[in-house]
Structure formats: C-alpha cells, structure tokens
T-cell receptor, first 114, second 116 residues
Framework: AQSVTQLGSHVSVSEGALVLLRCNYS??????LFWYVQYPNQGLQLLLK??????LVKGINGFEAEFKKSETSFHLTKPSAHMSDAAEYFC????????????FGTGTRLKVLA | GAVVSQHPSRVICKSGTSVKIECRSL??????MFWYRQFPKKSLMLMAT?????????EQGVEKDKFLINHASLTLSTLTVTSAHPEDSSFYIC????????????FGEGSRLTVL
C-alpha cells in the first residue's frame, strides 16, 4: 500500500531563508510524486511533479524537489522564502500505472517571518 | 488549459436538507473525477472516484447513500450531500485527470459546506 509522510506539520522560516519541506513515501511500484500548494479556502495548485524522468524537478515560484529512491524521499526546497510562500503544502503519491488515485500527506503549513 | 471549476464555493444549509455541489472540467473532457473531503487543518481524504456513465467507486467508510455522486457527462460530476447534518460540514474538493496525461490531477477551488 502506498503512503506519504510529511515531517513537520508547521515550519517557520525567515523571509529570504531556505525553505525545506520533507516528504517520504512508500510504494511497492514506481511512483508518481507531486507537491501541491493550498492557500486558505482555495483548491490545490500543482507546484511540481516527478514522473520518472529527471530526478531533480523544477516547479513554479522557484520551488524544486529531488526524487531520491534510496531514501524514498521527495523533499521540497526553495532557496529564498518570500512572504507570499506562506501556505499549506501537500505531498502526494500515485501509482505510475496512471490510476490517478492520489494518497496525500498530512500537509505542512509554512509560515514566513518578516 | 485543464481548468476545473466547482460551484458553489460556499453553501450554508439547514440540517436535514440536501446540497448539491458541481464540478466541471472547463476545457477538457474528464472521464474520471475524484471527490475529496478536507477537515480543518487536516489532509485530503479521498471519498470516491467518479467515472462518466457508471457508478462511482466509494472509499471504505464513506456512505454512498449519504454522498451521492453522479457523473452524467464528460465535463460534469456532482456530489449531493443528502440529509445533511452538522458533522457533514467540511471543505469538499473535486479533481479531474486528463486522458492520456502523466498522472497529474487538476483541482477545483473547493466548496465549503456549513450545516446549521
């Protein structure tokens, strides 16, 4: 069975500091991995996705993530946090067979301090 | 492209009434849509998979008679919360996939249901 673990339900960083949001997954088959961002009372917006191509994936708004199979991780990073990055971030995994059935992590709320 | 829209974005209803939430794929055909429920400060819980022209597949623990899902066309799926109670209050989000896509889901804006 697939599962996703996001370490840290809340992360605070100073504006301009590195953002690191952790995601570990378990999957018995090659996975597709995703990071989504959610602003209050809104749906989810795709930040980036890993679909078995390059292991370092670049997304929107300066975010990137690296797929590390040996560590079963897909951590999200951004070199310099901006106030507008404050939001809830979700990591998700689905089977690469294209079922589109996602399993979401519990989310990490990012707070950016001025 | 690949825009999914939900309506209404907010709805308040009295206990015992039924509420319908619509999910539309605006610029593509979605043979499969998914309905999620999100509790406050919690993750998204998959409720059901909606397939065009067939019965929805519900996740374990989700009452199919309480949450009626209809996917009558390739661009519209509806979720009806029947005989709503305060515990049904939640944020409901739909998503859809592109046929032949790379596994990416496109999400609606969400619908916040408050049952008084």
């Amino acid at each position: 069975a697939q599962s996703v673990t996001q370490l840290g339900s809340h992360v605070s960083v100073s504006e301009g500091a590195l953002v690191l949001l952790r995601c570990n997954y378990s999957s018995s088959v090659p996975p597709y991995l995703f990071w989504y961002v959610q602003y209050p009372n809104q749906g989810l917006q795709l930040l980036l996705k890993y679909t078995s191509a390059a292991t370092l994936v670049k997304g929107i708004n300066g975010f990137e993530a690296e797929f590390k199979k040996s560590e079963t991780s897909f951590h999200l990073t951004k070199p310099s946090a901006h106030m507008s990055d404050a939001a809830e971030y979700f990591c998700a995994v689905s089977e690469a067979s294209g079922t589109y059935k996602y399993i979401f992590g519990t989310g990490t709320r990012l707070k950016v301090l001025a | 492209g690949a825009v999914v829209s939900q309506h209404p974005s907010r709805v308040i209803c009295k206990s015992g009434t039924s509420v319908k939430i619509e999910c539309r794929s605006l610029d593509f055909q979605a043979t499969t849509m998914f309905w999620y429920r999100q509790f406050p400060k919690k993750s998204l819980m998959l409720m059901a998979t909606s397939n065009e022209g067939s019965k929805a597949t519900y996740e374990q623990g989700v009452e199919k008679d309480k949450f009626l899902i209809n996917h009558a066309s390739l661009t519209l799926s509806t979720l009806t919360v029947t005989s709503a109670h305060p515990e049904d209050s939640s944020f409901y989000i739909c998503s859809a996939s592109l046929a032949g896509g790379t596994g990416e889901l496109f999400f609606g804006e969400g619908s916040r249901l408050t049952v008084l």
